[in-house]
């Protein structure tokens, strides 16, 4: 078996940001060939005798960032009892170390001190490698002791806790594919795997069949029959084929879910840079896959994509009130041009089109076919920008003297009321966007927040609910889009008063600042798409493109991918 390797993310930087600051680099996402099973080290100093209180702390804490052998390192700082209580396996708390606040209190016989440590809270990775984001406060203690002249920590607290730069030195990112509602597409769900990993091929296999998170599984799902498990380790032979052997309930899988679970497990392993091929196993027997290869390339079940490309690389927007274009048929867009246009959308396959339209009191919604007449929809007091789901279902929020709510025009055209969760509507919703795989829906609400929920799969319908605040350091957020299947892109408040554009894992995990080299003005919206480059709407109206840069393509606002 090849050495399975790991890729090693280290990247300066934070994923928790000093409010109103500008977002740093933080670690690169790997992409489709990035992970491999080479394990980087991180080595801090062991314990030393003549360390004070608030260095035994900070050696202790330093340490964490390596797990060999249970934290050997950082053991090495507690005392025989200490380490005895400590329980790394608690989970690891990620904090901000840029508001780091450590003092320590003497006590009174001058052989024991408490080490306090303050700093704001960025989230939690549990043992699955699920990072959650948690912002709140974290206050932690730590009891030092002195014996035969020399300090060492007698309690720390259970779990690691990891500032946001060592977490980035630590861990790397992962997908694992799961299904979305109708099956048609992959949802992937980001896990976090310790450098350390060992055998990635089977980590990930591993945390697969495990089922998606506990956040997302309202959202997605396995192909397999549950109770499906992995026999032994995944080998990977010299020539880049993994074997997976699975229990023998994979047979009762019928022909569609052994091609989805298929589907599941390739784009899983393709990370992997050693991985050619996928050979799946019943008990050891090659398990044959209506329509596949016995050894499935890496490059198959395209079909899948959670990241499909639009139909168009032209940027729709708005214009003195109407339909605009780069490209493509203007003459089409003019007949669907109902005139006093605040917002537009197209759907992935480019045949609908969705309008905001101003009116002289209130919004409202029309939709139709592109290059058609539009038909109205729907009117309200205010009207978010339309949002397409993966079934076609145009989303809007729509706010008025009865409140707010979630609204779809289904594709026959009929209009809906969405379920949602109230934290969605507790506040002003400013953005809706729904990702294209349809599992999650992203928002910014209020003063500028961006929230994360997910799109339940058990209805018709679609339902938003299970809303958290990620990367909540960003402030006065303003537009939001899905610029891949699990990374959002937005414009936040920076400071002096300037404006930043920010990308981020749909977690919040390790946002990301870009640069703004030859973008002229504040950029106060942005859109992006699967292999297209972003696009920003500055406050001069103007449109800009990330290409070598940017590069100005057009004046107007509302500037959106076509489809």
């Known amino acids: 078996m090849t050495a399975a390797a790991v890729v090693s993310v280290v990247a300066t930087g934070c ?80 904090y901000d170390e840029v508001a780091l606040r450590v003092g320590d209190t003497p006590g009174s016989n001058g052989s024991r001190s408490t ?75 980001q896990i976090l795997l310790q450098n350390s990993q060992r055998g990635v091929a089977t980590a990930l296999v591993s945390a ?33 084929v993994a074997d997976v052997n699975l229990s023998a309930s994979v047979r009762q899988a019928s022909a569609k879910e052994l091609a989805a679970f298929s589907a599941q497990l390739v784009w899983t392993l393709r990370q992997i840079s050693d991985v050619t091929a996928v050979r799946l196993l019943a008990e050891g027997a090659p398990l044959t896959v209506p329509g596949a290869q016995v050894r499935q390339p890496i490059g198959s079940w395209q079909r899948y994509d959670p990241s499909a490309p639009p139909s168009s690389h032209d940027v729709l927007y708005v214009k003195h009130g109407h339909l ?45 076919a592109y290059g058609q007449r539009l038909t109205p929809r729907l009117s309200a007091a205010t009207l978010t920008a339309p949002t397409f789901d993966a079934d076609g279902d145009i989303l809007t929020v729509a706010s008025g003297p009865a409140g707010r709510r979630v609204m779809a025009v289904i594709p026959s055209g009929a209009l809906r009321r969405v379920a949602t969760d109230a934290a969605l509507t507790a506040q002003p919703v400013l953005d809706l966007s729904v990702s294209r795989d349809g599992a999650r829906v992203a928002a910014v609400v209020g003063a500028g927040q961006l929230l994360v929920g997910r799109v339940a799969a058990d209805s018709a319908l679609p339902a938003l609910g299970g809303f958290r605040a990620i990367a909540p350091s960003l402030r006065g957020v303003r537009g939001v889009s899905w610029a891949a299947a699990e990374e959002l892109a937005v414009t936040a408040s920076a400071a002096g008063g ?14 990301r600042s870009l640069s703004l080299e030859r973008l002229q003005g504040r950029p106060v919206d942005v859109d992006g798409a699967p292999g297209q480059p972003l696009v920003a ?13 940017w590069r ?9 991918h076509s489809g």
Do not use: C
């Not at 704001?120 to 709140?136: A, K, L, S």
């Not at 300037?498 to 946002?511: E, K």
């Open 15 to 94: 994923a928790g940001m000093p409010t109103g600051g500008a977002v740093h680099l933080g670690r690169a996402l790997p992409a489709a060939g990035g992970l491999n099973d080479l394990n980087i080290r991180v080595l801090p100093p062991s314990w030393k005798a003549g360390l004070e209180p608030l260095a035994v702390v900070s050696g202790f804490l330093r340490a964490t960032v390596n797990d060999d052998d249970d934290y050997a390192i950082a053991r090495s700082y507690l005392t025989g009892a200490g380490a005895n209580r400590w329980r790394p396996s608690d989970g690891i708390t990620i």
């Open 537 to 549: 709407v500055t406050d001069r109206r103007v449109i800009w493109a990330q290409v070598e840069g």
């Open 324 to 368: 605009a274009a780069t490209g493509g048929d203007l003459s089409a867009l003019a007949h669907s041009d109902p005139g006093h246009v605040s917002s537009v959308a197209r759907s992935r396959d480019g045949d609908t089109l969705a309008v905001v339209q101003q009116l002289p009191a209130g919004m409202r919604l029309l939709t139709g």
């Open 552 to 560: 100005r393509i057009a004046t107007g606002t509302a500037a959106v």
């Open 498 to 511: 300037q404006r930043q554009i920010v990308v981020t894992d749909a977690d919040g995990y390790a946002p």
């Open 115 to 189: 080490v306090q440590l303050q700093a704001p809270r960025i989230g939690h990775i549990d043992r699955r490698g699920e990072f959650v984001p948690q912002p709140g406060r974290l206050v932690a203690g730590f009891s030092v002791v002195r014996s035969n002249g020399s300090w060492r920590i007698d309690r720390a607290p259970d779990g690691v806790l990891l500032s946001s730069s060592d977490a980035q030195r630590s861990f790397h990112a992962a997908d694992v594919y799961y299904l979305n509602k109708s099956g048609a597409n992959l949802v992937p769900d």
């Open 208 to 240: 697969l069949l495990s089922g998606p998170s506990t956040w997302l599984a309202p959202a997605a799902h396995m192909a397999l029959p549950v109770h499906t498990s992995l026999i032994g380790n995944v080998p990977v032979n010299a020539s880049g």
